[in-house]
Structures are given as structure tokens and as C-alpha cells.
């Protein structure tokens, strides 16, 4: 399988970036316009506490630099990200990034002036300019840190690190995605395959467990050698995380990175409780893979492949986009049509190119619209790669459409809901519109790989990166044979006794750039568990339910995230979710189990 050149993908595959800007002429004019707002900023330095008027002046100011920095660095790095060897798209990609690191520079008065607003003469302003109120959450987000908001000058500095701080990031992902090459993969008949970060787990799931064995060896025996380095780039990531923590005043990172969202850390560390006190329900299907599989030994690279007959079948995109639509008619006439727009205006770049970012995303910042980045293979994961995608789509666009600048944006924290609740309705949909005994199955069996893969794995991650905080906390240095050690362990945790755990698995963290994300991956399991409870009730009450989760789908950051949650009717300051999310996994393990 060859991976086409970017100039060789079809245009109708690629994703349409005019509306946000008409071509790279045109950016350059958004950028030159954008750098004119240090300027405008500086006027008002000082200022802020003057009277109601200053202060709406500077946060409807704020707001037009939000809407114009979203499109100037929203193209540029949807430009970047299709080809990371075109050296002009990186180009203007860090023009964008070194300009909002200037803007944010120029503006990091902008806390501490409004901390030191007393909060009578706050009160004051409220009332007497009522336009204030739409900053109101904004204004209480700003206030409520006021243990962690240092001094304009401080600000100021810690603003201009921004840019040296995301250099762990830029490095491991230009390592990852443009500068590490794989020999090919060898089938059992001697025939070669592409092995590619995008390609692995395709290679994974074969039926060849020859060229399974061989892409996996080959794979992490080439992460091997660069193991040291990328080892020094989580050792820069998570230093980097303990001076802003420290410089804030934080206990720790894990507390740092939390508060920005407002959710307490006793949610993560409930999360890797419950997600420990399952642990039983993993063995068994562990257990239930190795049997289907006729394995004698059970390796990490037999994970992947469908344990179901048949479940490997080829689903066209066009296919996966008709099951999609179908699927999300229980959401109404208005989500349909939105997901129609999506597919006929281009917002989605379908399919892998040389030296195309791999996995996939939606670009929420985007403006007019999100947009979506897949590496799509025609088989069933991609298919439910694109419904994912397409509800955090769908999340940005509510949000953005119902809530002002300064609350469009929804919190890292409910990020993941929305995705995975499509991801449960498609599963549903396809459940009911199946008769077939063995087809049943290898739905099911998709979705236990989705609990394993959502829940369980990324648990795991989540547990080896608190891991690493603790480590860069203490002093201790993140070296590569640290760090495979402790994943080692962890891997042999969480797959269990008859998961044969090598030395290769040790390395699984070389490739994972969730770690460069500042506690991300725990989301993945808490909005897979609220996910599944949201979807049950759209199921089983209808039009209600899908009142109330457009309504958290509206909410941006309007809430606090478990608050936004709570509208939809999960509580996720309870472990409950994911404990019936996995309550439910056991279920649908006895169901399988009677199925083959």
C-alpha cells in the first residue's frame, strides 16, 4: 500500500480552508492586521479598574483579537498539519504561534488589573453597564484564581515562555510525524507493507499474525533507538509543567493543570480506583481473546486484530457516511443537516498523505466552522473514527452558535463527551439494523474494543503520566529506562496473567503524543463513562433527552464542566458513571460469550 504525495489527493478528499481565509495571500493580511493589536492593547494598560466603559472597551477588544487569532492560526495549522514537510506552511504556522504569544504578552495586565478591581467597584460596574454581564463568567473565571495570578510583571515574562514551552510538543511530534521512517512490514508470503505511525494499527489488525508480529517488532525495535530522546522531550514537557505550577503556586501539576477547568483532582483519582476495581472484567476479556484467537500465547501485537470472524469487513467512506447520518437522526433534523454541511462544504480531510499529521482531530478553534482531520482506512474503526470526530464538531459548532466569545469555548474536561456519545448511538444503530448472529458479535466485540481501548487503556496512560508529574515533582529525571520500567509494570497491570508482557510494549509511551497534553488522556475515560450514560437516556426517553444534551452541547464553558454535565443528567463528581459504564462492558462480555 503506497501513501500518495499531498499534490496527488483528489481536492473533493481534502478539506476547504477559503472560508477562513481565501488563500495564503490573505492570511498574510490577517496576520499583518492581527499584529497590529499589541498597540491597541497597550492603550488600556493601567486602565481596566477605571470605569465600566474601559472595562467593556478591552473585553469586546479581547474578543475581536479571539475571532481573528482563531482564523490566522486556525488556517495555518490546518495548512501545516496536511503536509509537516512543507517548509512555507511551518513557516507561517510559527509566524502565528511567535504573533498570540505576542498578544498574550501584551495583555497579561489583563488578570492581575482585573484581580485588584475591588469587588464592590466590580459590583458597581455590573450594574451600571449591563453589557458587562456576558463576561461575567470570564470575569469570575479571572477572580477565582486569585491565589495564582502573579504580578504584571510576572505575567508578563511567564507570557513570554509560552512559546519556549510548547518546544517539548513541537519537537516530539516533528520526530514522530516527518523524521522517523520504519523499514516495511513483511507479510507471511514475503510481501512488503508501508509501516508508518498511521499505518501500525492497520497492520495490527491483519489476519497475517506474521505481519502483525513483524510491523510490531519493527515498529518499537525503531522507537528503540530513539528512546533517549524522546525521553528528554517528556523530561522538558513535565519540567515545564513544574515551573508553571510552582511559579502559580500550586501544590502540583496535576492540580495546576485541573484548575483551569475546575474539576477537583479526586475525579482522576477516582477514575483510576474504579477503573483498578474493574480490573476483573479486563482479564476475562483478555481471557476471551486469547481463546478466539487459537493463540497459545496471547502478545501485545494480537490486541488489535478482530477476534471476530467476518468483523474485518471493508466499509467504503461512503458507506461509513451514510451509517453515520442514519445513525444520528435520533438527534434530530437539525444535527443531520449540520452533518450534511460538514460532508458537502468540505470540512473534512479524509484521507492519509506523506507527511500528513497522523490520527485525527476536529480543529474546534476553526472559524466559520470546525474542521476534521482523519487518516481514514476503509474498515469499521474508521468508520467510527469519523462519527467521533464529527461530534466534537458538532459540540464546537453549538457552542460557538449559542454562546458569546467569551464562553464559546467548552473545557478540555466534557471534550470527549460529545464524540463518544455518537460513538454509542452508531454502535446502537448498527446493533438494531443487524440479524446476523456473527455480524452481533463483531459489533459487540467492537465495542468491548472501545471500552479496552477508551476506559482501560486510557486510564493507563493516565495513571503513567501522574506517574511522571510525581517523578518531575520529586526531582527525578524521566530517563527511557525509567519510564520503561514503570510502563511495563502498568501494562502488565492493566492486560493481566495471560497477556504476554515483552520488553517492546515497554516502549509503547515513545509514541503516544497525548503525553505532551497536560493531563488530556483521563477525559478520554471520564466522557466515555458519561457518554454511555447520556445515550442510554437519549435512547430510552427521546426527545427530552435530546433537549437536554443539546443544551450541554451549548453550554461552552458558560458552567463549570461538572455542572454543564449535570444538565445533560450525569453526575461526574460521583465514580458511579464509570462504574456502570463498566458494569455494562461486563454485560456485553456475558452476551458475547454466548454469541461465539
Known amino acids: 500500500m503506497s501513501i500518495p504525495k499531498r499534490s496527488e489527493v483528489p481536492v473533493e478528499f481534502t478539506w476547504d480552508l477559503s472560508p477562513i481565509f481565501e488563500n495564503d495571500a490573505a492570511w498574510e493580511d490577517g496576520l499583518k492586521a492581527l499584529g497590529q493589536y499589541p498597540g491597541k492593547i497597550a492603550a488600556f494598560q493601567g486602565h481596566l479598574g ?33 503536509d509537516l514537510a512543507d517548509a512555507r506552511h511551518q513557516a507561517m504556522l510559527g509566524k502565528a504561534r511567535s504573533c498570540l504569544i505576542g498578544l498574550y504578552r501584551a495583555a497579561a495586565f489583563q488578570s492581575p488589573e482585573i484581580m485588584a478591581i475591588p469587588q464592590e467597584k466590580l459590583d458597581a460596574f455590573l450594574a451600571e453597564e449591563p453589557a458587562l454581564k456576558e463576561y461575567g463568567r470570564s470575569l469570575y473565571q479571572i477572580r477565582r484564581k486569585a491565589a495564582h495570578i502573579l504580578s504584571p510583571e510576572c505575567e508578563t515574562l511567564l507570557a513570554g515562555a509560552q512559546e519556549i514551552a510548547g518546544a517539548p510538543d513541537r519537537i516530539g511530534s516533528t520526530l514522530r510525524n516527518t523524521e522517523l521512517h520504519f523499514p516495511d512490514a513483511t507479510d507471511s508470503e514475503g510481501r512488503a507493507h508501508t509501516l508508518t505511525g498511521g499505518t501500525l494499527v492497520p497492520l495490527l489488525e491483519s489476519a497475517d499474525r506474521g505481519l502483525r508480529k513483524d510491523a510490531y517488532e519493527k ?64 482479564y476475562r476479556y483478555v481471557s476471551l481473546r486469547k481463546r478466539l484467537l487459537g493463540v497459545d500465547e496471547l502478545h501485545m501485537y494480537d490486541v488489535y486484530r478482530p477476534i471476530i470472524e467476518g468483523s474485518d469487513k471493508k466499509i467504503l467512506f461512503d458507506e461509513a457516511k451514510a451509517n453515520v447520518l442514519d445513525a444520528m437522526k435520533v438527534l434530530g433534523e437539525d444535527y443531520v443537516a449540520l452533518l450534511n454541511r460538514a460532508f458537502s462544504e468540505r470540512w473534512i480531510d479524509i484521507y492519509e498523505n506523506e507527511g500528513k499529521r497522523g490520527g485525527a482531530y476536529s480543529s474546534g478553534g476553526a472559524r466559520p466552522h470546525p474542521y476534521i482531520l482523519l487518516n481514514h482506512h476503509d474498515n469499521l474503526d474508521s468508520q467510527f473514527t469519523l462519527v467521533h470526530e464529527l461530534g466534537h464538531s458538532m459540540h464546537s459548532w453549538f457552542s460557538k452558535e449559542n454562546q458569546p466569545v467569551s464562553t464559546a469555548d467548552y473545557v478540555i474536561f466534557v471534550a470527549e463527551v460529545a464524540s463518544t456519545c455518537n460513538e454509542v448511538l452508531l454502535m446502537h444503530y448498527l446493533l438494531e439494523h443487524t440479524t446476523d448472529k456473527k455480524e452481533r458479535a463483531a459489533l459487540i466485540n467492537h465495542f468491548l474494543d472501545q471500552f479496552k481501548g477508551t476506559i482501560y487503556r486510557q486510564t493507563m496512560f493516565a495513571e503513567f503520566e501522574l506517574m511522571m508529574g510525581r517523578m518531575a515533582e520529586q526531582g527525578e529525571t524521566l530517563t527511557a529506562e525509567a519510564l520503561c520500567e514503570k510502563y511495563k509494570a502498568l501494562n502488565a497491570l492493566y492486560f493481566g496473567p495471560e497477556m504476554v508482557t515483552d520488553d517492546r510494549i515497554a516502549l509503547e509511551w515513545t509514541r503516544i503524543p497525548h503525553f505532551f497534553y497536560n493531563y488530556y488522556v483521563f477525559q478520554y475515560a471520564t466522557g466515555f463513562s458519561a457518554a454511555v450514560a447520556i445515550a442510554k437516556r437519549i435512547l430510552k426517553e427521546g426527545a427530552p433527552a435530546v433537549a437536554d444534551y443539546k443544551r450541554f452541547l451549548s453550554g461552552g464553558s458558560s458552567q463549570d464542566p461538572v455542572s454543564l454535565l449535570k444538565i445533560a443528567g450525569v453526575d461526574m463528581s460521583s465514580p458511579e458513571p464509570v462504574n456502570e459504564a463498566l458494569a455494562y462492558f461486563g454485560e456485553l462480555l456475558d452476551e458475547i460469550e454466548t454469541l461465539v
Open 50 to 82: 477605571d470605569n465600566a466603559a474601559t472595562l467593556l472597551s478591552f473585553l469586546k477588544l479581547s474578543d475581536e483579537i479571539e475571532l481573528l487569532g482563531g482564523r490566522v492560526y486556525g488556517y495555518a495549522s490546518l495548512s501545516a498539519d496536511v
Open 219 to 282: 515498529y518499537y525495535d525503531r522507537m528503540g533507538e530513539y528512546k533517549n530522546t524522546i525521553a528528554a522531550t517528556l523530561e522538558g514537557q513535565f519540567k515545564k509543567l513544574c515551573f508553571f505550577a510552582n511559579a502559580r503556586h500550586y501544590s502540583g501539576t496535576l492540580e495546576a493543570s485541573l484548575d483551569n477547568t475546575e474539576v477537583p483532582e479526586a475525579v482522576y483519582h477516582n477514575l483510576i480506583e474504579a477503573v483498578h476495581g474493574n480490573l476483573d472484567k479486563m
